[in-house]
């Protein structure tokens, strides 16, 4: 598959061949979406500026789950039929996997290409099919060879996780391992296909390890200048709208349960929170796409107006974006916990030289180091795992019902279903006129409505009634909607 295709750049001032470029404020940390080659020479080029050295050490995170390569420089992915133009989960893939099917993907390719006059078929993302007369032909690992020539200090690694879910444990070591001895100004760059989720996600952790050298090495640095008012520095301090709704805050039940368990945990929320907006979108002080706290709320609401079999795909993502935002809080927590040991870990022969002339230790962040894994860090805390199993679905899915509105339908149904049919209908779209009042007038709140109109007859039909339709349903003879429910209620067999 053609890992680009018409509009996927969604920002504006765009870098050619490198989709989606930009920078998160306030780090030397970039994102974006699978480069070209000419594309990896502009963003490099673009990162390192006028100041940067272009041997210095660049590190490189590639999210993507899905073996590349490069024809006439263009990028292409190996996909399942069933998984074009959508979102490839394909489960538990390792670097190593990745990038040993690279050499078998071209091998395929080369021999495709071969078989057809030297013309090779690819689809796009919209399925539809083209040739293209192969000239040239790389893996991913031989393009970054390549620009390791103008780029001596390039550093690159995989790391392939999934789009909605959190990425495993593990995969917050590799990345901490990778980015441990790098400064404070040692630039990282991140990309997936796009520069959505995966990278953002990525760019979320990168940033998270830019705080902890920061908070490990600065902190005696900053408090012998003189007036610096240290509470405006600390991150932990950022508070969002409280106008905002909860859901938009990151208010979810089994956050409030991870906050409550850790040490300082309304501070880790509070960090975690301020990282998200620096790279979310304009409107929370980012410059990128997605926003990962805020996109759970939006999700939330589609879930509403949406059928079934949509829901239960949705909810599964709903459930997965809250386990990366948990893990996420869990990982800040574990990243403020690392900055205080390294600070203390200075060996007695080192604090000699890195102690300033006010008596506070000040440690480079390439001389930072992590005292224990976070796989380790969160061995220590196992109920943690458990918690987040059981508490991400832990939403009220549903808006309830008024139990006013619901005793009034359920003794109108009670005393003559049939004779106050009428009188059902009505009150059910008024009260359904109430609940949703807060959704703005359209198509979106009329589906709303009618699911919710749908549901609730349902709900109060008669017991022999409400058997015979739940089996029709069951038997794909019916779907749960409002007319095909009353037609069952009001038809009469012909005598």
């Given at each position: ?16 061949g ?66 074009i133009?959508e979102?490839a ?48 032909m790389?893996t ?62 990525a ?15 600065f ?8 007036g ?6 600390k991150?932990?301090?950022y508070k969002?709208?409280p106008?905002k ?33 620096k ?43 809250i386990?990366?935002?948990y ?25 000699g ?13 390439d ?25 991400k ?10 139990q ?20 059902i209908?009505h ?11 807060d ?57």
């Open positions: 598959m053609a890992d680009h295709f018409a509009n996927i750049q969604k920002l504006p001032d765009p870098i050619a490198c989709p989606n470029f930009r920078r998160v404020p306030g780090y030397k940390v970039y994102c974006c979406g699978q480069p070209t080659i000419a594309g990896f020479e502009a963003c490099l080029t673009k990162v390192c500026g006028d100041t940067y050295p272009k041997d210095g050490k660049i590190i490189w995170f590639n999210l993507r789950q899905e073996p590349s390569v490069y024809v006439n420089g263009e990028p292409l992915c190996a996909r399942p039929a069933n998984k133009g979102y989960e394909l489960g538990n893939i390792t670097r190593d996997q990745n990038k040993a099917d690279e050499p078998e993907f071209m091998k395929v390719c080369e021999n495709r290409a071969k078989e057809n006059g030297g013309k090779l078929k690819v689809v796009d993302i919209n399925k539809v099919e083209k040739e293209v007369e192969v000239k040239e790389k991913l690992s031989e393009v970054i060879e390549g620009a390791k020539a103008k780029f001596p200090g390039l550093v690159h690694m995989r790391v392939p996780v999934c789009n909605s879910a959190a990425p495993l444990e593990n995969d917050f070591d590799i990345m901490c391992d990778t980015l441990t001895g790098t400064s404070i100004n040692t630039p990282i760059i991140i990309n997936d296909q796009v520069g959505l989720s995966r990278a953002t996600t760019c979320v952790i990168a940033c998270l390890f830019k705080e902890f050298q920061i908070n490990a090495s902190e005696g640095l900053v408090e012998t200048v003189p610096v008012n240290l509470d405006l520095l991150m932990d301090r969002m709208d106008a709704d909860p859901l938009f805050r990151g208010e979810f039940e089994v956050v409030k349960e991870l906050v409550a368990s850790l040490k300082d945990g309304d501070a880790a929320k509070n960090e975690c929170d301020k990282v998200i907006d790279n979310g979108t304009p409107k929370t002080g980012g410059t990128g796409i997605k926003q990962l706290r805020e996109n759970i709320a939006e999700s939330k609401l589609s879930y509403e107006i949406m059928d079934d079999a949509a829901q239960a795909f949705l909810k599964m993502k709903i459930m997965d974006n386990h990366k935002y893990y996420l809080i869990l990982f800040t927590a574990y990243m403020r916990e690392a900055a205080d040991l390294a600070r203390e870990a200075v060996a007695d022969e080192k604090k030289e890195l102690t300033l002339a006010g008596g506070r230790c000040a440690i480079p962040g001389q930072l180091k992590l005292s224990k894994k976070f796989v380790q860090f969160v061995d220590e805390n196992p109920k943690l795992r458990d918690l987040v199993e059981t508490g679905g832990n939403l009220q899915w549903e808006r309830d019902i008024p006013a509105a619901l005793s009034n339908l359920e003794n109108l149904a009670a005393t003559d279903f049939k004779a106050n049919l009428g009188k209908i009150d059910i779209y008024q009260t359904a006129h109430l609940m949703f009042s959704m703005p007038q359209g198509d979106h709140k009329k589906r709303a409505k009618y699911r919710f109109a749908s549901k609730t007859l349902m709900r109060i039909l008669p017991p022999a009634k409400k058997t015979e339709v739940e089996g029709l349903i069951a038997g794909n003879a019916m779907t749960m909607d409002l007319y095909e429910i009353l037609g069952k209620c009001t038809w009469a067999v012909p005598k």
